[in-house]
């Protein structure tokens, strides 16, 4: 049982100073941390100069240890009992000959050398470490640890050792270990190409599916009927004639969370890498002011170079005051009418040194954060996605065709999370089961006409291992045969739907892989716009957005990238977070109530480096109205283009939702008006001062690549470096 501090108490002590609530007026929750997101506290400071410790609950029974947000108590190595290696198929005595073999190919593929050799080099490498792997998996994180030293793959100053603490058996090791086993190796086979193309060392395989494959896939319907297309386009219309502002629904979209229970005040905020990787915490330095092994678990103040503030700073993820305030701040816009309902697209947990990572970090984060959200919407439903830090070891997803019973490995992780969210009222029994049997994905209607259908995009992220088993197979793990399904049922419904994911298949496609956001790009154009509304993702932690396009063949490559052939497009949420230079951040949507096109949002922030000099903490503020701010097509109505439809003036009219024909003439009014590129580079990090504006052509040409680019090998086929302005 922890220490309980009782609401009743410490509810006096808050003392909301809050403004009513308009564009251009300043919200500031207050000073103190809103106990009420909380029935009690493992720690609870009087003053802001340590962070508050909820105690948190576990469902079924019992608390989450305080040791998890302890700044004090950081985990100093991996959690052992967590470990899941592959099962052993046969021994070999060569085992030493094995391991000197992968040795070399580490230490050749460091000399460098000829492109197409050093490709070979790694292939057989691998090839090695499989047999290796069946022979004996226990060995297989050793090796790797051995690897990463030779490599520097955590350069050189890391003071602790990084590359044994990683490949740990229950951290990175454990997962290669069954990528070795259950991988294909062998000869020419593709699962070594991929993993040696990530690794720089081969080319990247081809995306394209064959049409007998998509003929199969969408067994045999590969477009939708006229009927149905008819249907939509006079739903659109009716819309578009009858459209009521008043009726918007609103909508919250948040993403990247990432709370900080770590955080500790007064720690290093402008860390270099030592014994930790992350600045904020006890055991974070700055080696140029400190450079010998942490003593008594913390830096003395006097070889601190900028002291970590009580609401956050742009190198650390949120502190719980940071995520206290935004939370009023999202009461607070949403006022009496609150929200209709809330879509969070990913990412509770802290980013730290991966062993600093277990079970309960994660289950504790999301307990935590869907609790207090569930404090501050009420009743409406709160629909999320499973970020890659919503696991442990994170980024790490296994499909449930692995044998051994190792499938089912991360079933602690989707099972917790569909009793909690069913607990807290946002899915029914059915919802609940779709979580479970589908990598915490789901497909749930809301309203009636409304389907969300939530992804695990751990699927088609390049750092999950597990999708380098059987790569070939764009869908080993069955999350889009599922979100197929469910499209096909819905296109029969006639319902309008939205699909959820933490990180986008596109944009500059260094995200993701070549088959599986190809795939979605395929499924999206299949049921794209009659069914699919809209995209949201978030992980980047920046405010953008990618448009789809009609794909004309396997691969999306071939597809025209022309507005006429825009069919939705996919909004990416900045974060909470301030963590990667950028100011915390969320928006709400309007959303029509019969075809849940989106017909605009507002934006909302608090700028960081106001945090130090406020005496009230952060001062949440309207960044931009998205209709405003990108709405006017005076460029393109000067050349002679009308934008694709008819527009108010310059301006979109009022009756047509910011839909993919939008934001694709959008790039092209960008094209024309480089001021507006200057805008949205802007508003991607929220007005922070430490992002460099995209202003020179080679960077607006890039970023209006990405903004066309809904896979992996579109984004590659942009200039690259400008996926980010930070
Ligand atoms: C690189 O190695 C390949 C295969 O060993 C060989 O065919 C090719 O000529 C070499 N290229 C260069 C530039 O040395
Ligand atoms: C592995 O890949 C090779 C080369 O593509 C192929 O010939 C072989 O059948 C594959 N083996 C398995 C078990 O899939
Ligand atoms: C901490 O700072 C003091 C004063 O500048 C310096 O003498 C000392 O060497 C520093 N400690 C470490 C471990 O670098
Ligand atoms: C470390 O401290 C020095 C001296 O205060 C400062 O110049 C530097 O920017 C700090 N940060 C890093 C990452 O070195
Ligand atoms: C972190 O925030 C504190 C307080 O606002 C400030 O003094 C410090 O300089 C910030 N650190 C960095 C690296 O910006
Ligand atoms: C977007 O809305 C406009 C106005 O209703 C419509 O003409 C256009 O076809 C829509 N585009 C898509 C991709 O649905
Ligand atoms: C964001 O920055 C711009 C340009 O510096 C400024 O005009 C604007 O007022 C800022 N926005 C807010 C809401 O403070």
């Known amino acids: 049982m922890p220490r309980v501090f009782l609401l009743s108490v410490l509810g006096a002590c808050f003392l909301a100073v809050v403004h009513a609530w308009s564009q251009g007026t300043p919200v500031t929750p207050g000073p103190a941390f809103p106990t009420s997101l909380f029935s009690s506290m493992y720690y609870m400071p009087s003053k802001p100069t340590a962070e508050p410790r909820p105690a948190i609950p576990r469902l079924g029974g019992g608390w ?12 100093s190595r991996p959690p052992a009992s967590e470990a899941v290696l592959p099962a052993p198929l046969h021994g070999t005595r060569q085992v030493k000959t094995l391991i000197d073999d992968v040795m070399n190919a580490a230490h050749q593929l460091v000399r460098g050398g000829n492109s197409s050799l050093l490709c070979n080099v790694c292939r057989t490498g691998l090839s090695t470490l499989q047999t290796l792997a069946h022979a004996d998996p226990e060995l297989v994180p050793g090796v790797l640890t051995g690897v990463c030293r ?19 058996r229950a951290m990175f090791g454990g997962p290669i270990a069954q990528v070795m086993s259950y991988g294909n190796f062998s000869g020419e086979a593709p699962d070594a190409t991929l993993v040696c193309a990530a690794a720089t060392f081969c080319e990247r395989p081809s995306e394209a599916l064959s049409d007998a494959f998509l003929h199969d896939w969408f067994r045999g319907s590969r477009a939708p009927s006229k009927a149905t297309v008819a249907r939509w386009r006079a739903k659109q219309a009716r819309a578009v004639a009858d459209f009521d502002a008043s009726a918007l629904l609103p909508v919250l979209h948040l993403s990247d969370l990432h709370v900080d229970g770590r955080y500790m005040v007064g720690s290093e905020s402008d860390c270099t890498f030592g014994e930790t990787r992350y600045c904020c915490h006890s055991l974070s330095a700055n080696s140029t002011l400190y450079s010998k092994p942490i003593k008594h678990g913390t830096v003395p103040r006097a070889n601190i170079s900028a002291p970590a503030g009580y609401w956050g700073n742009y190198t650390c993820d949120a502190p719980w005051s940071l995520i206290g305030s935004a939370m009023e701040a999202i009461r607070h816009v949403g006022g009496k009418r609150g929200y209709e309902l809330a879509l969070f697209t990913g990412d509770l947990t802290v980013h730290d040194d991966l062993f600093r990572y277990s079970h309960d970090l994660v289950l504790y984060s999301a307990q935590a954060l869907f609790g207090a959200l569930k404090g501050v919407l009420g009743r409406a ?17 296994a499909p449930h065709k692995l044998p051994d019973g190792r499938g089912h490995q991360f079933d602690w992780d989707s099972d917790y999370l569909a009793g909690l969210w069913r607990s807290l009222g946002w899915l029914d029994a059915d919802g609940e089961q779709d979580v479970r049997k589908h990598y915490g994905g789901f497909s749930v209607s809301p309203r009636h006409g409304l389907r969300v259908i939530s992804m695990n995009s751990d699927f088609w992220y390049f750092v999950n291992v597990f999708n380098y088993i059987h790569s070939t197979n764009p869908d080993l793990s069955g999350m889009f045969r599922f979100l197929t399904d469910e499209l096909f049922e819905a296109e029969a419904r006639g319902e309008r739907v939205w699909i959820m994911g933490h990180v986008a298949t596109g944009w500059d496609g260094s995200q993701s892989l070549e088959k599986p956001s190809n795939l979605f790009y395929q499924i999206v154009s299949r049921f794209a716009p009659h069914t699919i509304a809209a995209i949201f993702f978030g992980h980047t932690h920046q405010d953008h957005f990618s448009v789809f396009y009609r794909a004309t063949s396997g691969r999306s490559t071939d597809a025209p990238r022309h507005t006429s ?14 963590e990667t230079n950028v100011n915390p951040s969320f928006r709400v949507y309007y959303v029509d109530p019969h075809t849940y096109d989106i017909y605009d ?27 405003d701010t990108y709405g006017d097509f005076r460029a393109s109505v000067q050349d002679g283009h009308v934008a694709h439809v008819a527009l108010d003036g310059t301006r979109w009219p009022r009756g047509a939702p910011l839909n993919a024909t939008f934001w694709s003439a959008l790039t092209e009014e960008m094209q024309a008006r480089p001021e507006l590129m200057t805008t949205f580079s802007r508003l991607q990090s929220r007005n922070s001062s430490r992002a460099n504006a995209c202003t020179k052509q080679d960077c607006r040409h890039a970023v209006l690549c990405y903004m066309r680019s809904g896979t992996a090998a579109q984004g590659r086929s942009c200039p690259s470096g400008f996926g980010s302005v930070v």
Do not use: I, M
């Open 601 to 627: 949002w507002d934006q909302y922030y608090t700028d960081v480096d106001t945090f130090a000099a406020s005496a009230h903490g952060p001062v949440w503020h309207h960044l931009y109205n998205a209709r």
């Open 565 to 578: 052939g825009a069919v939705t497009v996919a909004l990416n949420a900045p974060s909470v977070t301030p």
């Open 64 to 75: 989450f240890p305080d040791s998890l947000n302890n700044p004090t108590e950081l985990p």
């Open 150 to 168: 030779t490599l520097k793959l955590f350069g050189k100053t890391a003071l602790s050792d990084q590359c044994a603490l990683t490949f740990d």
């Open 381 to 397: 439903p709160v629909f999320s996605t499973l970020g890659n830090h919503e696991t442990s070891p994170e980024n790490f997803y």
